[in-house]
């Protein structure tokens, strides 16, 4: 098996799932002649010519309106989103139209459409190109959500999305879209959506984690005198509630840890789940390690705003002693 | 590729006003033709305005009526082929009526009923978009994925005056323009936007010069004349099917009726230019057109009249017959296979409704 960086394995399912499919194609500011500013769709142009993958004007919600038309003209698009903060021109399209659309015809019609984008800190970009806009995401009927934390599973998750009957939006963490290393399948390779990777087991503690966050979740554990699971999400929506809850059972006690600000953010809701169907199984509170709710701050003191290591370890610390 | 060139000034007119101003005459059309367009206009003023009735009756809802627009919907669909595809505003719920919709269906959709929301593969007419002007790049996307198949079918996108103001029909006309796409954008400028005028919507001239931005040549019609409606979308399909991309067509009148039926224009509108528009008024308009033809008579007319006056009376009688929704449904439609957690909801609701 070949090991590729995360952001080599978004090129080879793109690659892979445009070879299977001749109605899949790419979309988006820059992803044709220069391969995405990451890179993330180098070569798709030459291979599939202008048509499939097409560099689009610089219009967020032009790129993912006229994607709706498209489905409706059976072709299934994956519009790339250049960056997580300049998402947003797009979210009126998604709230209005992208999630309601099959609704809307009663079922009669899908809208297929993958939105992908490069999300996260950490990475010393200026203003806006840092964000993790999750929340805004699962939030939206209709949509589902997926967050790879490994080249395979970025491959994997990718091509499930741009298979899937329904629209999927994929955020890429891009703090490790090159340091990231591992071994994906060369084909077809699917992961599909709605399950959690239980990335290591343990007894006394469970980290719950997505993008980014889940090798900071894996160093953490491994600074602890205990037995700590770790879970990678993976799929936002639909959550595997199952993996969550049976290791709720199995050690009571969880840390949840997301980049994005604290408030209404994704760890409020595994939190809420936590809460609905496994409190009688705590030792202790759930507890987030989270962004800030401030703006993502300048880059020399952004280290103080993402969760590290020692946050999680401090609050896996205080919830090991209840 | 024509040069794109400012749009004229002055308003495209086919039908004359029987006194100082002649009648002109248009392309392709047979006396059947004709009177086919005069029942397709009567049909939509008679849903119009039941359907303000229906609302006072309280046997529809909130409605945003299209008295006076209806000759603007009418020439312009009628120019258009079966596998051409609408995307209408909330302005054109009706427009389906003209692809053999029953009346039924939109009269349900006025009544919040899910019998209203239809398949839009059954007519090539697009879901009613309600958020403003966020539908333009959906047709521009449209007509783009036709093209890439290299079907022939174009797409038509209906907006009013206030839409152009939105960042979705600028988007959706630059890519329209950029990839050279088989649309038709059709503007309804009846000059008002609620209470808000055309004046203080934009600082353009007219609308028609936004489109010489997008690479687009416009045509500016009187957007009461059903006729010169239909020739100008004539043009644009034909420059649509041969290849030459997007056309701006401005349709121009004077809003003649409230926004919709919670809206009181009195407060903010210029009653004399109501009065001259109702005076003007398409259905009218045309009628007297095939008069002075000599192609309709009153006897006609009021066969004409009766038989939308039926039609939609059978079928508000036919949505009021629909069995009540089953809340059920609330959880269906929103993804391909209903999520688990939905099914508990569900599961939940059943229990609490029927205990």
């Given at each position: 098996?070949?090991?590729?960086t995360?952001?080599?394995a978004?090129n080879?399912?793109?690659?892979?799932e445009?070879?299977?499919?001749?109605?899949?194609?790419?979309?988006?500011e820059?992803?044709?002649?220069?391969?995405g500013?990451?890179?993330?769709?180098?070569?798709l142009?030459?291979r599939?010519?202008?048509?499939?993958c097409?560099?689009?004007?610089?219009?967020?919600?032009?790129?993912?309106?006229?994607a709706?038309?498209l489905?409706?003209?059976?072709?299934r698009?994956v519009?790339?989103?250049?960056?997580d903060?300049?998402?947003?021109?797009c979210?009126?399209?998604?709230?209005?139209?992208v999630?309601?659309?099959?609704?809307?015809?009663?079922?009669?019609?899908a809208?297929?459409?993958v939105v992908?984008?490069?999300?996260?800190?950490?990475?010393?970009?200026p203003?806006?190109?840092?964000?993790?806009?999750?929340?805004?995401?699962?939030?939206t009927?209709?949509?589902?959500?997926?967050?790879?934390?490994t080249?395979?599973?970025?491959?994997?998750?990718?091509?499930?999305?741009?298979?899937?009957p329904?629209?999927?939006?994929?955020?890429?963490?891009?703090l490790?879209y090159?340091t990231?290393?591992?071994?994906v399948?060369?084909?077809?390779?699917?992961?599909?959506?709605?399950?959690?990777?239980?990335?290591?087991?343990?007894g006394?503690?469970?980290?719950?984690?997505?993008?980014?966050?889940?090798s900071?979740?894996?160093?953490?554990?491994?600074a602890?005198d205990?037995?700590?699971?770790v879970?990678?999400?993976?799929t936002?929506?639909?959550?595997?509630?199952?993996?969550?809850?049976?290791?709720?059972?199995?050690?009571?006690?969880?840390?949840?840890?997301?980049?994005?600000?604290?408030l209404?953010?994704?760890?409020?809701?595994l939190?809420a789940?936590?809460?609905?169907k496994?409190?009688?199984?705590?030792?202790?509170?759930?507890?987030r390690?989270?962004?800030?709710d401030?703006?993502?701050?300048?880059?020399q003191?952004?280290?103080?705003?993402?969760?590290?290591v020692?946050?999680?370890?401090d609050?896996?610390?205080r919830?090991l002693?209840? | 590729?024509?040069?794109?060139?400012?749009?004229e000034?002055g308003l495209r007119?086919?039908?004359?006003?029987?006194?100082?101003?002649?009648d002109?005459?248009?392309?392709?059309?047979d006396?059947s033709?004709?009177?086919?367009?005069?029942?397709?206009?009567?049909?939509?003023?008679t849903?119009?305005?039941?359907?303000?009735?229906y609302?006072?009756?309280g046997?529809?809802?909130?409605?945003?009526m299209?008295?006076n627009?209806?000759?603007?919907?009418?020439?312009?669909?009628?120019?258009?082929?079966?596998?051409d595809?609408?995307?209408?505003?909330?302005?054109?719920?009706?427009?389906?009526?003209?692809?053999?919709?029953a009346?039924?269906?939109?009269l349900?959709?006025?009544?919040?009923?899910?019998a209203?929301?239809?398949?839009p593969?059954?007519?090539?007419?697009a879901?009613?978009?309600?958020?403003?002007?966020?539908?333009?790049?959906?047709?521009?996307?449209?007509?783009?994925?036709?093209?890439?198949r290299g079907?022939?079918?174009?797409?038509i996108?209906?907006?009013?005056d206030?839409?152009?103001?939105?960042?979705?029909f600028?988007?959706?006309?630059?890519?329209a323009?950029?990839?050279?796409?088989?649309?038709?954008?059709?503007c309804?400028?009846?000059?008002w936007?609620?209470?808000t005028?055309l004046?203080?919507?934009?600082?353009?001239p007219?609308?028609?010069?936004?489109?010489?931005?997008?690479?687009?040549?416009?045509?500016?019609?009187?957007?009461?004349?059903v006729l010169?409606?239909?020739?100008?979308?004539?043009?644009a399909?034909?420059?649509?099917?041969?290849?030459?991309?997007?056309?701006?067509?401005e349709?121009v009148?004077?809003?003649?009726?409230?926004?919709?039926?919670a809206?009181?224009?009195s407060?903010?509108?210029?009653?004399?230019?109501?009065e001259?528009?109702?005076?003007?008024?398409?259905?009218?308009?045309?009628?007297?057109?095939?008069r002075?033809?000599?192609?309709?008579?009153?006897?006609t007319?009021?066969?004409?009249?009766?038989?939308?006056?039926?039609?939609?009376?059978?079928?508000?009688?036919?949505?009021?017959?629909?069995?009540?929704?089953?809340p059920g449904?609330?959880?269906?439609?929103?993804?391909a296979?209903?999520p688990?957690?939905l099914?508990?909801?569900?599961?939940?609701l059943r229990?609490?409704?029927?205990?």
């Amino acid at each position: 098996m070949p090991e590729l960086t995360l952001v080599e394995a978004v090129n080879d399912a793109l690659r892979s799932e445009m070879e299977r499919d001749e109605t899949v194609m790419v979309m988006g500011e820059d992803v044709g002649r220069a391969g995405g500013v990451f890179r993330a769709t180098a070569g798709l142009r030459d291979r599939f010519g202008p048509d499939r993958c097409v560099d689009t004007p610089l219009a967020e919600a032009g790129i993912l309106g006229t994607a709706v038309g498209l489905c409706m003209a059976g072709w299934r698009p994956v519009c790339e989103m250049q960056y997580d903060a300049f998402s947003y021109p797009c979210l009126d399209q998604l709230v209005n139209h992208v999630g309601r659309y099959r609704w809307r015809t009663r079922g009669a019609m899908a809208f297929p459409i993958v939105v992908r984008m490069p999300y996260g800190g950490g990475v010393r970009a200026p203003e806006l190109h840092d964000d993790s806009p999750e929340a805004y995401y699962a939030h939206t009927p209709g949509v589902k959500v997926a967050i790879p934390s490994t080249p395979a599973d970025a491959k994997g998750l990718l091509s499930a999305a741009i298979r899937d009957p329904d629209p999927v939006v994929v955020l890429e963490p891009k703090l490790i879209y090159r340091t990231a290393r591992g071994e994906v399948p060369e084909g077809e390779h699917v992961v599909p959506l709605g399950r959690m990777r239980v990335v290591r087991e343990g007894g006394d503690l469970t980290i719950v984690a997505y993008g980014a966050m889940v090798s900071v979740a894996e160093q953490a554990a491994d600074a602890l005198d205990a037995s700590v699971e770790v879970l990678d999400v993976q799929t936002l929506k639909p959550l595997d509630e199952e993996t969550l809850l049976a290791s709720v059972a199995k050690t009571g006690r969880v840390v949840i840890v997301q980049e994005a600000p604290r408030l209404a953010g994704y760890g409020a809701e595994l939190a809420a789940v936590i809460a609905e169907k496994g409190i009688l199984d705590l030792h202790g509170p759930v507890l987030r390690v989270t962004g800030y709710d401030v703006p993502y701050p300048y880059w020399q003191i952004e280290d103080a705003y993402m969760p590290s290591v020692a946050r999680v370890v401090d609050a896996a610390r205080r919830l090991l002693s209840f | 590729m024509a040069q794109v060139l400012p749009a004229e000034r002055g308003l495209r007119r086919i039908i004359g006003d029987g006194e100082s101003t002649p009648d002109g005459e248009v392309d392709g059309l047979d006396e059947s033709d004709f009177l086919e367009l005069y029942r397709r206009l009567v049909l939509l003023r008679t849903y119009d305005e039941r359907s303000v009735v229906y609302h006072r009756q309280g046997r529809i809802g909130t409605y945003a009526m299209f008295w006076n627009h209806e000759a603007m919907q009418v020439g312009s669909v009628s120019a258009l082929r079966a596998e051409d595809w609408i995307f209408p505003s909330y302005r054109e719920s009706a427009i389906g009526l003209l692809r053999g919709m029953a009346p039924a269906t939109v009269l349900s959709w006025w009544r919040g009923h899910p019998a209203g929301w239809w398949n839009p593969l059954d007519y090539n007419v697009a879901s009613i978009c309600v958020p403003i002007a966020t539908h333009v790049p959906h047709a521009a996307g449209l007509a783009w994925g036709k093209k890439l198949r290299g079907e022939e079918a174009m797409a038509i996108v209906y907006f009013g005056d206030g839409a152009t103001s939105e960042g979705a029909f600028h988007e959706g006309a630059n890519f329209a323009g950029v990839m050279r796409v088989p649309l038709i954008l059709l503007c309804n400028n009846n000059q008002w936007a609620i209470s808000t005028p055309l004046q203080a919507q934009t600082a353009a001239p007219t609308l028609a010069d936004k489109a010489i931005g997008y690479g687009m040549p416009a045509a500016r019609v009187d957007g009461a004349d059903v006729l010169a409606v239909y020739e100008a979308t004539m043009e644009a399909a034909a420059r649509a099917r041969a290849g030459e991309g997007p056309t701006f067509i401005e349709a121009v009148t004077y809003r003649a009726a409230p926004h919709g039926t919670a809206d009181d224009p009195s407060a903010y509108i210029d009653q004399a230019r109501v009065e001259e528009a109702r005076q003007g008024e398409c259905v009218g308009r045309f009628e007297g057109y095939l008069r002075r033809l000599g192609l309709l008579d009153d006897d006609t007319v009021a066969a004409v009249k009766a038989e939308a006056t039926e039609a939609i009376r059978a079928g508000m009688a036919a949505a009021e017959a629909e069995p009540p929704a089953d809340p059920g449904l609330v959880f269906e439609y929103a993804y391909a296979e209903r999520p688990a957690r939905l099914t508990d909801d569900l599961a939940e609701l059943r229990r609490v409704l029927d205990a």
